[in-house]
């Protein structure tokens, strides 16, 4: 079972701060698939930014919905320049 262990402060390259929750499985020694499910000595951890995964429903709403799937549709249409050779 994972349980948050503790919440941490991540800057991304661009200088994006987010909070990311680290989650910690309470005993791995015991468990079937460890070899196949990390290369961690103690237990596995899993980093989840709860934030990126509104954002990311919200964006997956948009492009999904008909307003998305017509732009979309348009921009997989549109014939891209080619560059100039001079």
Avoid: W
Avoid at 25 to 49: F, I, M, P, Q, W
């Amino acid at each position: 079972m994972l349980a948050p262990v503790y919440i941490k402060k991540q800057k991304s390259k661009n200088g994006y701060e987010s909070d990311v929750t680290v989650y910690e499985c309470t005993d791995c020694s015991v468990c079937l698939y460890k070899e196949k499910c990390t290369k961690a000595k103690g237990n596995k951890r899993l980093h989840v930014s709860k934030n990126f995964i509104e954002k990311r429903q919200i964006s997956y709403k948009n492009i999904m919905s008909e307003t998305g799937a017509k732009y979309r549709m348009n921009r997989s249409i549109q014939v891209e320049g080619a560059p100039l050779h001079n």
